[in-house]
C-alpha cells in the first residue's frame, strides 16, 4: 500500500453510465463493468432504467472487503437526468464505442478539458441520441471487444497507468503482492 | 487502415487459456474474453475442458466480417496438455491473478524473454496448481475487477499499445473513425 495513488490524487472525477442492462443477459458484464469501474478509480456507476440488486450486492461485497466506500451504484436511473446534470457541472460526456476517434488522438485534451467525465459504456447496440449527446465518441481499437475491456483501456490511458496502484484506505483487506501465494493481509486499525 | 500493425510485427506469439468456464454463468464473459484475446492480437484462445459451440459461433462470425481467419478457437481441451506444449515449445506461462506480482514490474522481462506466450485467465477460483505451474503470477493491479479488463491491459502493457492499432487484413468490413457517426466499409478486393 505505500506508493498508491488516492482516487482524489488521480485527477478528473469519472462517472460510468451503463446502458442497456437486461438482467438475464448481461449480469455478470455488468458487474464486471462495475468492477473496473471501482478498481481503475471511476466514483460511481449509473445504471439506466432498470433495476437489478443483485449487482448492487456484488458491488457492496466487494466494497466491505477491498474499500471504496465512496464508490455510488445507482440502478433504475434515467440516462437524460444523469447526462444533463453532469452537462450542468461543465463535465464531458465521453462515450466508449468502436466507431469513434482513437483514444490516442483525443485522450490529452479529454484530461485536460474534463474535470468531470461521465463514461457512457452500452451493451449490443446504443441509440443515435448518444452519439449526439456525447462530446467525444471514443474508440478503444475499432475492433468488437467488450465493454468491460474498454472502460478499463481508457481509464487506464485517462490516468496513464497510475490507476493500477489505486490505494482504498478504508480497505478492511488488502494484498501483498506475491511470485506464487496468495497473500491477503488484515488492515490493523490500531 | 493506413497505419496499422500485423499481428506479426506484435513480436511475441500469444494463446489465451480459459479455465473454469461454467457454460450457463460465463457464456458472455467468455465470449469477450475471446474478443478481447483476437482485437488486441493473440493468436488463439483455448477453453480449458467443457464444449460449448454458442462462443465459437461468436466468434467466428465476429471473424467473417472482421477478418482474423488465423485466429484459433478451441473447447473442450485439457489445460495441462497445452501448458505442456506451450512448455515444450520454450514458451511462458503467464497466470493473470490478482496475487501475482505488479505487471509494470514484470512486463519488460516478459516481453524480452517469451517468444511464445500462454496467458492464463480464470473465472472465479483457480486451482493452487496454476499458481505453481506459472513462471508468472501477474497481477493487473491487486484488486478485484474482471478477467476480460485484466487481460486487455495485460496485452496492452505487453506491446505498449501498439495493438489497439491492429490490422486484420482479410476482414470483410472496417471502419473509419468518425466523430459522432457510424462509418464502416466494405473492403474493395478488386
Known amino acids: 500500500m505505500s506508493s498508491c495513488t488516492t482516487v ?3 485527477g478528473n472525477e469519472v462517472y460510468v453510465l451503463r446502458l442497456g442492462h437486461r438482467p438475464q443477459r448481461d449480469k455478470r458484464i455488468t458487474t464486471h463493468v462495475a468492477l473496473v469501474a471501482r478498481a481503475f478509480g471511476a466514483r460511481g ?7 437489478d440488486d443483485s449487482i448492487k450486492q456484488s458491488i457492496k461485497k ?3 472487503k477491498w ?3 465512496y464508490f455510488e451504484i ?4 434515467d440516462p437524460l437526468t444523469i447526462i444533463n446534470k453532469i452537462k450542468s457541472e461543465s463535465g464531458c460526456i465521453v ?6 476517434l482513437p483514444i490516442d488522438n483525443v485522450i490529452n485534451e479529454i484530461r485536460e478539458k474534463c474535470k468531470k467525465i461521465l463514461v457512457i459504456v452500452g451493451a449490443e447496440k446504443v441509440e443515435r441520441l448518444y452519439y449526439e449527446i456525447a462530446d467525444y465518441n471514443v474508440a478503444i481499437g475499432n475492433q468488437p471487444h467488450s465493454e468491460v475491456s474498454a472502460l478499463a483501456i481508457f481509464l487506464d490511458r485517462l490516468w496513464r497507468g497510475r490507476e493500477i496502484n489505486i490505494c482504498f484506505p478504508d480497505a478492511e483487506y ?4 506475491s511470485r506464487r501465494n496468495k497473500v491477503v493481509k488484515r488492515v490493523d486499525r490500531k
Open 45 to 51: 456507476i449509473y445504471i439506466a432504467e432498470v433495476r
Open 8 to 10: 482524489e490524487e488521480l
Open 95 to 100: 462515450h466508449l464505442t468502436m466507431y469513434g
Open 62 to 64: 466487494v466494497i466491505s
Open 67 to 69: 474499500g471504496g466506500s
Open 174 to 177: 488488502y494484498i501483498v503482492p
Open 74 to 77: 445507482s440502478d433504475g436511473v
